[in-house]
């Protein structure tokens, strides 16, 4: 990248800031989704992208990654021993929880959901099987599902599905995970759920006619948080909706405002040029806020 130092300035700053009080300091929880675009060997070894998504992970209290595509497994640990090492005010601050490599044939992704550890733990995880709908080839990636406690917010257990779906079936994939959250459901007692990540929902993939027949969608106890007019792209071309964040349950959709979502512009940011910013993805991470649990006036 041109203008290394300043980026780096830049994303040392936030960092700094972020990790010493603005993120972590209060008890409120953001929560990321983020398609981090074919991370693996290659893309590790580029620092100042690098910089970047580690700027972008300390923005966050739980970021969701998709597109890990790691063969070696090496990348990944890689990227949290830097994260600890270098963006983290303390010890091992930050965990994560991975999936198995998961995909058809020889293409294989990877799901992983990192997190600040003294905000939050995990209580179960579950890969679920395309097998339990009937369907042996329902998902191109099954979700990988986190049951999460955080005791510093309102809601304080929520379950998160992840999704990345291929566009071509993304119509098929997204009114599926409406089975899934019903075996969630079934399986769990948290009653809160967030439902997030690369639905491939816009620009021809998902049809406006098409949205009446998917379930996520016409199910009115699901709030969609982001609307079909937001980018979530960082190219110049595109201007799609691709990145979602739907919630479910009285209690989680009253602890999110929906002024909170933010689907984080890097590229301005941090000044990058549009080659410079797709170096390190074409996506743009999507952030919720749950708000923090009222404070004990005793």
Same mark, same amino acid.
Request: charged letters at 25%; proline letters at 3%; a neutral charge.
């Given at each position: 990248?041109?203008?290394?130092? !300043? #980026?780096?300035?830049?994303?040392? =700053? ?37 910089? $970047? ?34 963006? !983290? ?7 994560? $929880? ?15 959901? &990192? /997190? ?23 998902? !191109? ?5 986190? =049951? @999460? ?8 257990? @929520?379950?998160?599905?992840? &999704? ?15 089975? $899934?959250?019903?075996? $969630? *459901? ?22 406006? *006619?098409? =949205? ?21 792209? #960082? ?6 909706? /691709? ?16 002024? !909170? ?22 996506? /743009? ?14």
């Amino acid at each position: 990248m041109s203008g290394g130092v !300043s #980026v780096w300035r830049v994303v040392i =700053w936030l960092v700094l800031s972020l990790v010493l009080g603005l993120s972590g300091g209060g008890s409120a929880l953001k929560i990321c989704t983020f398609n981090i675009q074919s991370f693996g060997e290659k893309k590790i070894e580029k620092q100042e992208v690098v910089g $970047v998504i580690l700027a972008l992970i300390a923005r966050c209290d739980i970021m969701l990654v998709m597109e890990i595509k790691d063969l070696s497994g090496k990348a990944f640990p890689q990227l949290m021993t830097q994260l600890n090492s270098d963006y !983290s005010s303390r010890k091992n601050e930050y965990n994560y $929880v991975i999936s198995d490599r998961l995909g058809r044939k020889s293409y294989k992704e990877q799901y992983a959901f &990192i /997190y600040r550890q003294r905000l939050v733990s995990v209580k179960e995880v579950y890969q679920y099987p395309d097998t339990q709908l009937g369907d042996e080839d329902a998902f !191109s990636r099954e979700p990988f599902i986190v =049951w @999460f406690s955080s005791p510093k917010t309102v809601v304080q257990d @929520f379950v998160i599905i992840p &999704i990345h779906t291929t566009p071509d079936t993304s119509v098929r994939e997204i009114n599926e995970l409406y089975d $899934v959250f019903q075996d $969630v *459901k079934q399986r769990w007692t948290s009653k809160n759920v967030i439902i997030m990540g690369d639905f491939n929902a816009d620009c021809g993939y998902v049809p406006k *006619k098409q =949205w009446s027949s998917i379930r996520l969608r016409s199910d009115t106890s699901f709030l969609w948080l982001t609307g079909d007019t937001i980018d979530t792209t #960082v190219k110049e071309s595109t201007d799609c909706a /691709y990145d979602r964040v739907v919630l479910h349950g009285d209690k989680m959709i009253q602890a999110v405002k929906p002024t !909170s979502l933010d689907v984080f512009d890097f590229r301005q940011a941090y000044g990058l040029t549009e080659l410079q910013a797709l170096a390190v993805s074409d996506h /743009y991470p999507v952030c919720i806020t749950v708000n923090a649990a009222p404070r004990n006036r005793g």
